[in-house]
């Protein structure tokens, strides 16, 4: 018998507690994938492994977002999309829940992978799902609130799940996630409005929407400028430490002011996109590229690098909302497998962006990596410059269908 029976249908009432629930996911999977980093030195040692070898733990999920991501979401394709959330959040949990009380590496890798799937599928469904839960005007904003929680996650999760960490261990900390993501699972039942799926295409149908000229192009786009941000992002603590002079409380208080940043850009930027989502897009990647630009002009001055940062940190949270409502709009029949794709894009720039920067730092030094992360985002910035501007503002017609809301995309 199910938990919560919400009534079938979306209904503008239920729109705000339904988004609230996604950005609690949203938030407890942020801190299940970020926090593991900052327990990597204890799993090492509880489970008598090298650091090195702990850090394909990051590996092994980032692997399985990039890779079951797309595949997971077509196979759940045809399936409501609560139904979705509820069995994704379950996985996470699972996946939780098994690393808390694992006593066998290969184990831990393969209860990070299954957590990675099903954060992929999660994130995949959530936005899409948040979409549609408002009307098209406010698309961007709604899908703005489902990544902010992830840019929460980075705030508030993490330092919470070391501290806890410190405190209880580092099993206890995945076991309040499990605890945590069943909580949400509840939610979703009850709150995220149980409305079946429009009919969908076929999958031939959906692969030429996905390989259509502009999608693949925003693709190339999110994962060079992601990779620009994470070149220098990966190495900014080391960067502010060596080279601004900042101790350590400094720095981890300009790292909370920059989550808080971000945050405040996730929201402009999907605020912005309502209204011109192909400006949103362009305008949050040359902030970032100049941010960065700028950084080894100031960077041994505190009271010029933390305002960059903070602009930097805004900038990308704007750019990364922005992609995803360009996406949205872009991808009908095949709205969900484009936003995990887009994820999958994500995770390849991070991945790059983090190699990049350490061969930039073993080259070039300090200066070298924020450069080399401008330079990745200038070409990613060019390459959306070079997309045609034939698509306008979403209409504000709540009578329209999707199919004809997503031709009056820009």
């Known amino acids: 018998m199910p938990i919560c029976s919400p009534r079938a249908g979306t209904h503008r009432p239920t729109a705000v507690p339904a988004l609230a629930v996604l950005a609690l996911g949203a938030l407890v999977l942020g801190t299940s994938e970020l926090g593991v980093a900052g327990l ?10 090298s650091a090195g070898a702990a850090g394909t733990l990051v590996s092994a999920y980032a692997v399985a977002v990039a890779l079951l991501g797309p595949a997971l979401t077509v196979v759940t394709s045809r399936l409501p999309r609560r139904q979705v959330l509820v069995g994704a959040l379950g996985a996470l949990a699972t996946g939780n829940g098994v690393t808390a009380l694992v006593t066998e590496f290969p184990t831990l890798l393969a209860a990070r992978a299954l957590t990675g799937a ?35 996650s980075a705030v508030l999760g993490v330092p919470a799940s070391s501290l806890l960490g410190s405190v209880f261990g580092w099993r206890a900390v995945y076991g309040v996630l499990a605890a945590l993501t069943m909580g949400v699972l509840v939610a979703a039942a009850c709150l995220v409005p149980d409305s079946a799926p429009e009919p969908p295409a076929s999958l031939s149908t959906q692969l030429r929407a996905l390989t259509a000229a502009r999608l693949p192009v925003t693709f190339a786009v999110n994962a060079m400028v992601t990779a620009g941000h994470y070149t220098a992002s990966t ?4 960067l502010l430490i060596e080279q601004t002079g ?4 400094a720095v981890s ?12 850009g996730t929201i402009v930027g999907g605020t912005a996109a309502d209204r011109h989502p192909r400006h949103a897009l362009t305008a949050a990647a040359a902030l970032l590229a100049i941010s960065m630009s700028v950084i080894p002009l100031i960077v041994t001055t505190p009271v010029l690098t933390w305002p960059a940062a903070l602009i930097w940190s805004a900038a990308f949270g704007a750019f990364s909302t922005a992609a995803q409502v ?3 709009l872009q991808a ?31 080259l070039v030094g300090y200066t070298g990596i924020t450069l080399t992360g401008a330079a990745l985002t200038i070409a990613g910035l060019t390459t959306a410059l070079l997309l045609p501007p034939h698509l306008k503002r979403p209409s504000s017609d709540t009578s329209a269908t999707p199919a004809k809301a997503a031709r009056t995309v820009t």
């Not at 009307?135 to 904003?141: I, K, V």
């Not at 002011?257 to 945050?263: E, K, L, M, P």
């Not at 994500?346 to 190699?355: D, H, L, Q």
Request: net charge positive; aromatic share 4%.
């Open 40 to 49: 990597l030195p204890a799993i090492s040692a509880d489970l008598q492994v």
């Open 235 to 238: 190495y900014l603590v080391v």
């Open 326 to 328: 360009n996406v949205s």
């Open 253 to 264: 208080m300009l790292l909370v002011t920059s989550g808080v940043s971000g945050t405040v």
């Open 246 to 249: 900042l101790g350590a409380a």
């Open 118 to 152: 099903a954060a992929a599928l999660y994130a995949a469904t959530a936005l899409t799902t948040a979409a549609t839960l408002t009307g098209p005007e406010r698309r961007g904003r709604a899908v703005a609130i489902v990544f902010g929680g992830i840019t929460v």
């Open 332 to 362: 009908t029949p095949a709205a969900g497998i484009a936003a995990a794709a887009n994820i999958s894009m994500s995770n390849v720039g991070i991945a790059c962006g983090s190699a990049a920067g350490g061969l930039a730092l073993h």
